[in-house]
């Protein structure tokens, strides 16, 4: 029957639609209602068309917002300085060793995240070795790493790289070496031919690869937790204090939607600018 | 920044490989080749796959160096100069088309890298593509275009640099019959026009007959015969060459005398008097004789006696219009076609049926002797 033909693609819809519906359109208006409330834990909450949340919110917390979106940035440069040289390195150079090279990348992720935040916290920590042999040779302030910006965004780039290999690597690896040669056969040179046909060429892993990193990294506050002081306090840290230790739920809620719709924002732009003919493969950037 | 080898050399050769070797770990690819390419000439490396044509183009392209031996181009020895520094452009199977770039910009690639200026570079990309037939699509992706018009654009976009060699790996390869046909006259028109050195890589025989002033037959790494189409179909040098270009009816044999009045006995039955060339007594070699100079006949008719002959059964006969086509086996299980225009009616209904017992013979002129080689297909 035509009838049922035309009824499956909805019928497969169904149960993302669903998930997305419970999971997040839900959660998503409830968490908008609720940094529109006022009031306090004892009192409860009431619904009253509070924006000024937002403003009281944004003028507090403006310094993390601001370092949130440093700390990830920062993170997210160092991470495709390492990972672009790295996956290039797998790919071109690995031989047979690709497959247990890029295993390597992937197996820290068989610890639990946190877990090794802490262990580094512990790497990092005044008296040991490695902060003691950096001091004597001059490379911490005040002989110390921890609590320091350099840790947060050290522990950031630590924790998001593999998001940024896998993305790079896959680009990187379905790069048709014939190019490469045809670009070498038109009088490019090595690094010509690196500039005018890999790199374009590996963008879409390059897009993907900094949006993988930077999302979560700009949210995180498991790094700053853990291996900042409260001078590296990011915006991640500000929405969990204040709902688990302040409970002040609305400010939370305003928090949360404001960091969402700012790396929104910055995404938009990113992509207009950096990343639509990567990721439409189109012509809607000129070279 | 054009750095191509500027210097011109006192021969009239276009490419010139001397001696050339080249070892992947233990295994040779191209094994001590010798080759000189005629200036502006259309020349093709024909063989079967893994004869080593490719890995020959590549170290004149300079994507694989040599293990020993030289590559001249033009009279200067280009040893060690990476690929961006010859004076040659590749045109690939694949095409390898810039996917990021327009058509234009793929054919600008090159100029840009030499230096050209902006609107030098625009112009003569342009009148590139026109020739080609592909100005209109100028500003497509190649991804827009079907797959002959890339395999255009890739020949325009090599063929813009004006190079002094242009390099084509089996660049008809990925298209469909008529497609390839069309495109066999078109690059032949294309190479005439514009007067550059064609190295032409391709298994396909028809292609190369075709297309193609000089020949070069390649085989494990080793060139068996170079000489021009008709030479290459009529005097194949050796049996391999004869398999490879299609000939049929090659008999065993081996010489007993070499020279213009040779004798070569045949494993399937006498020694006959032809021509043997650059062979000597004891050689093994293959006796040739085309299907359509066979002459057919009953054993007891006497015809053709005096004549060179072998003995055969008839196997099957085949009426294709204008001939006929018989197929004869040689004791040794040697197969034979013999081809009998069809003249007029009586004579065609007296041809031998299956399983009748003739004598095949031939003029002593229309015998060729070949060195024996493998026959790998």
Redesign the interface.
């Known amino acids: 029957m035509s009838g049922g033909r035309r009824a499956l693609p909805y019928l497969l819809l169904f149960p993302g639609l669903l998930w997305l519906v419970v999971f997040f359109v839900i959660p998503l208006v409830y968490m908008g209602e609720l940094s529109l409330r006022t009031g306090s834990l004892t009192e409860g909450f009431f619904f009253n068309w509070q924006f000024s949340n937002y403003s009281d919110v944004l003028s507090d917390y403006s310094q993390q917002f601001l370092r949130s979106f440093i700390y990830a940035g920062v993170a997210t440069l160092l991470a495709l300085l390492i990972a672009y040289p790295l996956s290039y390195a797998i790919s071109f150079r690995g031989g047979k060793y690709r497959n247990l090279l890029l295993f390597l990348v992937v197996a820290p992720f068989f610890t639990t995240y946190l877990i090794r935040t802490i262990a580094w916290q512990t790497i990092l920590t005044d008296q040991s070795p490695l902060v003691e042999f950096l001091a004597s040779i001059g490379l911490t302030s005040n002989g110390r790493i921890l609590d320091t910006p350099a840790s947060v965004i050290a522990g950031l780039t630590y924790n998001f790289l593999p998001f940024m290999i896998l993305p790079l690597y896959t680009s990187i690896d379905t790069l048709?070496r014939?190019?490469i040669?045809?670009?070498?056969?038109?009088?490019?040179?090595s690094k010509?031919?690196f500039l005018?046909?890999t790199l374009?060429?590996t963008a879409p892993g390059i897009v993907a690869g900094t949006l993988l990193t930077f999302i979560p990294a700009s949210g995180d506050y498991v790094n700053a937790y853990f291996l900042g002081g409260r001078n590296q306090a990011m915006i991640g840290n500000v929405i969990q204090s204040n709902y688990l230790v302040t409970s002040n739920y609305p400010a939370a809620a305003a928090l949360a939607f404001i960091l969402m719709l700012i790396i929104l924002l910055l995404v938009v732009i990113y992509i207009r600018f950096a990343g639509s003919?990567a990721l439409m493969g189109?012509?809607a950037s000129t070279? | 920044m054009a750095a191509k080898t500027e210097k011109p050399g006192g021969s009239s050769n276009s490419v010139h490989l001397r001696a050339v070797t080249k070892k992947f770990d233990e295994f040779v690819a191209v094994d001590d080749l010798s080759l000189e390419i005629p200036g502006g000439n259309f020349f093709t490396l024909l063989g079967p796959s893994g004869c080593g044509k490719t890995t020959t183009l590549r170290m004149i392209a300079g994507f694989e160096q040599p293990t020993t031996g030289e590559v001249l181009i033009e009279g200067s020895n280009v040893a060690g100069l990476p690929a961006h520094q010859r004076p040659t452009n590749t045109v690939f199977q694949s095409y390898a088309l810039f996917p990021h770039l327009t058509v234009l910009e793929n054919v600008e690639f090159g100029l840009k890298r030499s230096g050209v200026k902006k609107d030098e570079s625009r112009s003569r990309a342009t009148e590139e593509l026109e020739r080609v037939g592909l100005a209109s699509e100028s500003s497509k992706k190649p991804a827009q275009l079907s797959g002959g018009q890339q395999q255009r654009v890739a020949l325009a976009r090599a063929l813009v640099n004006r190079p002094k060699v242009l390099l084509l790996d089996e660049p008809l390869g990925a298209l469909d019959l008529k497609l390839r046909k069309g495109l066999q006259i078109e690059l032949k028109r294309i190479q005439q026009e514009v007067g550059i050195t064609f190295v032409y890589v391709t298994h396909d025989q028809e292609e190369a007959l075709t297309m193609s002033d000089q020949i070069a037959v390649m085989n494990v790494g080793r060139v068996e015969q170079v000489a021009d189409p008709e030479t290459v179909y009529d005097r194949p040098a050796t049996s391999f060459v004869a398999g490879f270009i299609g000939v049929s009816n090659l008999m065993p044999a081996q010489v007993v005398k070499a020279g213009d009045g040779g004798e070569v006995k045949l494993e399937a039955g006498p020694a006959v008097v032809g021509s043997v060339e650059g062979l000597a007594p004891g050689d093994s070699c293959h006796a040739i004789v085309r299907p359509e100079k066979l002459l057919i006949n009953d054993r007891a008719s006497g015809i053709g006696d005096g004549l060179p002959s072998v003995d055969g059964v008839v196997e099957s006969s085949l009426y294709l219009g204008t001939a006929t086509q018989i197929l004869v086996r040689l004791p040794g299980e040697v197969p034979m076609t013999v081809l009998v225009p069809n003249v007029n009616e009586r004579e065609r209904d007296a041809l031998p049926e299956a399983g009748a017992e003739v004598k095949l013979a031939w003029d002593p002129e229309n015998m060729h002797v070949v060195r024996d080689t493998t026959i790998v297909k």
């Open positions: 048709d014939r190019l040669e045809a670009a070498k056969d038109l009088y490019a040179s010509t031919a005018k046909v374009p060429l003919e189109d012509e070279t």
